[in-house]
Structure formats: structure tokens, C-alpha cells
């Protein structure tokens, strides 16, 4: 299993990013996709995920309403649309197989993208 996560930044509050996990060493579009986050000095928190035909989707309180998780399995690749960020979205994010939290936070991981919301 291998994951890369790209499309992390500086952005002001308020500020969008969209963030890319792309995939490979296994069958994507048999696999749900998690994101999840770690902002510094705490621990994991699971973000949203997405199954593998992407008909079922999840987000954590914290981000509902304001992020969109996404897949093609076309390309092998898993979308996190992040609007409306706030200084508290400041994390690493990761992208990991798995739907829900249990599963997200104890997944293979990536390196990670870093989103960093500041004015």
C-alpha cells in the first residue's frame, strides 16, 4: 500500500485548499479512503471518509459542512476539498485506507501534507 499526499500550503483563514492523496500498490477502487490530521503536540484526529464506490461518506464534527471528501478511481486518486478553514484545520494531513475512524487512525500512512492556516 502506498499513498502520497500532495496540496498543502499557507492559507488565511477563511482560505480553501484542495488536497491529493494519490494511490497505488493496491485495487483503489476497492478500498475506502480516510483522511485524517495531526496538528502539533496532539493526537490523530479522523477527518472523513469515503467508500470505495464513493456512494457512502462520512466527516468528523469539526470539519462538517465546511470540507468535501472526493475519489476518482479513474486515477487512482482521493480528493479532500477543505473551504471556510480556520486556524484550528492547522495539521498534517494524511490520507489512509479504511472507512471510519477506528480504521483511519490505525492504517499504513503516508508522509503527509502539511496546511497551515494563518493571516
Known amino acids: 500500500v502506498k499513498v502520497m499526499e500532495s496540496g498543502g500550503g499557507l492559507v488565511q483563514p477563511g482560505g480553501s485548499l484542495r488536497l491529493s492523496c494519490a494511490a497505488s500498490?493496491?485495487?483503489?477502487?476497492?478500498?475506502?479512503i480516510s483522511w485524517v490530521r495531526q496538528a502539533p503536540g496532539k493526537g490523530l484526529e479522523w477527518v472523513a471518509s469515503i467508500s470505495s464506490g464513493g456512494s457512502i461518506i462520512r466527516y468528523g464534527e469539526s470539519v462538517k459542512g465546511r470540507f468535501t471528501i472526493s475519489r476518482d478511481n479513474t486515477k487512482n486518486t482521493a480528493y479532500l476539498q477543505m473551504d471556510n478553514l480556520k486556524s484550528e484545520d492547522t495539521a498534517l494531513y494524511y490520507c489512509?485506507?479504511?472507512?471510519?475512524?477506528?480504521?483511519?487512525?490505525?492504517?499504513?500512512r503516508g508522509q503527509g501534507t502539511q496546511v497551515t492556516v494563518s493571516s
Open positions: 489512509t485506507t479504511g472507512f471510519g475512524y477506528q480504521k483511519a487512525i490505525t492504517a499504513e
Open positions: 500498490g493496491f485495487t483503489f477502487s476497492d478500498s475506502s
